[in-house]
């Protein structure tokens, strides 16, 4: 984890975040902690990278997420060159899917 990253209140952060149970435990925090523009931003940054995972072109990701092409590179270059923590959600989830179908 990048340095900045490891205090006690990112540690506190991340905890809290693990203790949520369910969509609607997370909806509650989140719009607590977050602004509306910040939680749209975050969101749109996960669903960016979903479609980039998916092999659509910068184009048709700006096109349906509304994302300008600076922030879709950026969650590029994370998911080519960063911690892999896209990978592990998106395989995690893809791993449940398979489970529920």
């Known amino acids: 984890m990048n340095k900045k990253l490891q205090t006690e209140a990112v540690a506190h952060l991340f905890d809290a975040i693990l203790c949520l149970q369910s969509r609607e ?11 509306v523009n910040e939680l749209i931003s975050i969101s749109q940054r996960y669903e960016v990278a979903t479609m980039l995972k998916s092999h659509k072109t910068y184009l048709e990701i700006a096109e349906k997420t509304g994302a300008s092409t ?8 994370s998911l ?20 529920n179908q």
């Open 70 to 77: 600076a922030t879709i590179s950026r969650v590029n270059r």
């Open 25 to 35: 435990e997370c909806s509650s925090f989140f719009e607590d902690l977050c602004t």
């Open 80 to 99: 080519n060159y960063g911690n892999d923590g896209y990978e592990l959600v998106l395989g995690r989830l893809k791993e449940k899917e398979g489970q």
